[in-house]
C-alpha cells in the first residue's frame, strides 16, 4: 500500500521500483480502499505521466 501523498513525494527512481514491483506481480492495491488509497493502475498512470514506464 502506498498512499497519494507518498506516492506525489518519490523521485523517478523510487517511482521505478514500484513500476517494477507491480510488473513482476506485486500488488499496490488495497481491496475495499480503491478511493482512498491509489490502484495498481493509477500509479501506473502517474508514472506514465513523469515520464516513468
Known amino acids: 500500500m502506498i498512499t497519494w501523498k507518498c506516492?506525489?513525494?518519490l523521485d523517478k527512481e523510487e517511482l521505478l521500483g514500484i513500476i517494477n514491483d507491480?510488473?513482476?506481480g506485486e500488488s499496490y492495491?488495497?481491496?475495499g480502499w480503491e478511493d482512498t488509497y491509489p490502484t495498481n493502475d493509477d500509479i501506473l498512470?502517474?508514472?506514465a505521466?513523469?515520464?516513468v514506464r
Open 7 to 9: 506516492l506525489y513525494k
Open 22 to 24: 507491480i510488473k513482476n
Open 29 to 31: 492495491t488495497v481491496l
Open 45 to 47: 498512470k502517474y508514472a
Open 49 to 51: 505521466g513523469c515520464g
